[in-house]
């Protein structure tokens, strides 16, 4: 059976333009935009410069019957995709390229694109993302809809994944008896953060620890596990606690087993903070293993939304329609996941760097994951 490769999967995206201004193919259109940005490209005038220099390379692959297109055409095209269903695309081809990884952790959280207004909770266009921790893969993501939030968006990025087997982690923005069924529809677990916007749920956590400590842990079936890291002018302890549920917790919340505290402290410059954290869990895990999934859960923020500012500028990008900014947002994110699972040595900007120095470098990149 042929490898699929990208083009394959938008063969459902529909052409929005009309016919009359279909001069350039669609599929064209879309892989010039993932090869540029591929190549460090952050602006569709930077993705016309690329297409410009590397005409001839492109033309081994596109068939460009009205030569290259504008930058201008290709931001039209991108404001007038559907942003859902070109989402969908991305993430339908993600899942083909990992299909044999196994995944087991996704951490799932929000990123506001700054430079581009919107009406939703933040002010701006705000992306809810899946990432694969153990691959450093972006699943996929859903775009917040206006007068709405990540409680809303939660659900339907989960349902566009394969869940199964895996263990979501979400922060305290997605603790919701929704994001829970959708985590549980999917056939997998979930561990999620509580604060006070759910505070009869936390304040039940937090009662199940306080009682248990008041008696010292006496005929109650726990773990513990601890830790230290020092460096960069900080030292951090962590005591991670994890009991069964209390049988008393709120029946909304399908398939809760288990309660995590999480108590840190650090010594920043000689000043000494404590902080102490809850979540629960589907998953009836030892302390040291939830543990290790609530500090991994970060990944996404480190590893992914810092990444996405460092590499493609992405807060500092200026493109205002809401389609284009979100759609462009979805084209940065499987880039990151390209330049992640490449074996071109060197940080992900510098792998972009010498996709953009020679097109052999960009090759790999794209042969090794299916997109040529």
Same mark, same amino acid.
């Given at each position: 059976?042929?490898?699929?490769?990208?083009?394959?999967?938008?063969?459902?995206?529909?052409?929005?333009?009309v016919?009359?201004t279909?001069?350039?193919?669609?599929?064209?259109?879309?892989?010039?935009?993932l090869?540029a940005?591929?190549?460090?490209?952050?602006?569709f005038?930077?993705?016309?410069?690329?297409?410009?220099?590397?005409?001839?390379?492109?033309?081994?692959?596109?068939?460009?019957?009205?030569?290259?297109?504008?930058?201008?055409?290709? #931001?039209?095209?991108?404001?007038a995709?559907?942003?859902?269903?070109?989402?969908?695309?991305?993430?339908? %081809?993600?899942?083909?390229?990992?299909?044999?990884?196994?995944?087991?952790?996704i951490?799932?959280?929000g990123?506001?694109?700054?430079?581009?207004?919107?009406?939703?909770?933040?002010?701006c266009?705000?992306?809810?993302?899946? %990432?694969?921790?153990e691959?450093?893969?972006?699943?996929?993501?859903v775009?917040?809809?206006?007068?709405?939030?990540?409680?809303?968006?939660?659900?339907?990025?989960?349902?566009?994944?394969?869940?199964?087997?895996?263990?979501?982690?979400?922060?305290?923005?997605?603790?919701?008896?929704?994001?829970?069924?959708?985590?549980?529809?999917g056939?997998?677990?979930?561990?999620?953060?509580?604060?006070?916007?759910?505070?009869?749920?936390?304040a039940?956590?937090?009662?199940?620890?306080?009682?248990?400590?008041?008696r010292?842990f006496?005929?109650?079936?726990?773990?513990m596990?601890?830790?230290?890291?020092a460096g960069?002018?900080?030292?951090?302890?962590?005591?991670v606690?994890?009991?069964?549920?209390?049988a008393?917790?709120?029946?909304? %919340?399908?398939?809760?087993?288990?309660?995590?505290?999480?108590?840190?402290?650090?010594?920043?410059?000689?000043?000494?903070?404590s902080?102490?954290? #809850? #979540?629960?869990?589907?998953?009836?895990?030892?302390?040291e293993?939830l543990?290790?999934?609530?500090?991994?859960? %970060?990944?996404?923020e480190?590893?992914?939304?810092w990444?996405?500012?460092v590499?493609?500028g992405?807060?500092?990008?200026?493109?205002?329609?809401?389609?284009?900014?979100?759609?462009?947002?979805?084209?940065?994110?499987?880039?990151?996941?390209?330049?992640?699972?490449?074996?071109?040595?060197?940080?992900?900007?510098?792998?972009?760097?010498?996709?953009?120095?020679?097109?052999?470098?960009?090759?790999?990149?794209?042969?090794?994951?299916?997109?040529?």
């Amino acid at each position: 059976m042929a490898r699929r490769t990208l083009i394959d999967f938008f063969a459902g995206l529909a052409d929005p333009r009309v016919p009359r201004t279909r001069r350039h193919r669609l599929d064209d259109i879309l892989v010039i935009a993932l090869t540029a940005m591929l190549s460090g490209a952050t602006t569709f005038e930077e993705v016309e410069t690329f297409a410009e220099a590397r005409e001839a390379w492109l033309r081994r692959f596109l068939t460009l019957p009205a030569g290259l297109p504008s930058h201008d055409t290709i #931001y039209r095209v991108f404001c007038a995709l559907d942003r859902k269903v070109f989402a969908a695309c991305f993430a339908a %081809w993600i899942a083909d390229v990992t299909a044999t990884l196994g995944l087991r952790h996704i951490a799932v959280d929000g990123k506001s694109l700054r430079g581009s207004r919107a009406g939703t909770f933040t002010g701006c266009v705000h992306l809810v993302g899946a %990432w694969a921790t153990e691959q450093g893969l972006s699943l996929g993501q859903v775009a917040v809809e206006d007068k709405s939030s990540e409680v809303a968006a939660i659900p339907v990025l989960l349902k566009a994944l394969d869940s199964k087997g895996s263990l979501v982690t979400i922060d305290a923005a997605g603790c919701h008896e929704a994001v829970v069924d959708a985590v549980r529809d999917g056939g997998g677990d979930y561990l999620i953060c509580v604060k006070a916007n759910q505070p009869k749920l936390l304040a039940g956590i937090a009662a199940a620890f306080a009682a248990v400590a008041a008696r010292d842990f006496e005929a109650v079936a726990y773990t513990m596990h601890s830790s230290s890291q020092a460096g960069h002018g900080r030292e951090e302890e962590r005591h991670v606690t994890v009991l069964d549920a209390p049988a008393d917790l709120s029946p909304d %919340w399908r398939g809760v087993r288990a309660v995590v505290q999480v108590n840190r402290e650090r010594v920043v410059k000689g000043r000494r903070t404590s902080t102490t954290h #809850y #979540y629960f869990s589907s998953l009836k895990g030892t302390a040291e293993q939830l543990g290790r999934l609530v500090r991994r859960h %970060w990944a996404i923020e480190n590893e992914l939304h810092w990444c996405l500012d460092v590499t493609f500028g992405e807060d500092g990008n200026r493109t205002r329609d809401r389609n284009a900014s979100a759609n462009l947002g979805v084209v940065r994110r499987t880039v990151l996941s390209l330049l992640t699972r490449s074996k071109v040595k060197g940080s992900k900007k510098s792998k972009a760097f010498q996709a953009a120095l020679s097109t052999d470098v960009l090759e790999e990149h794209l042969r090794l994951n299916a997109v040529i």
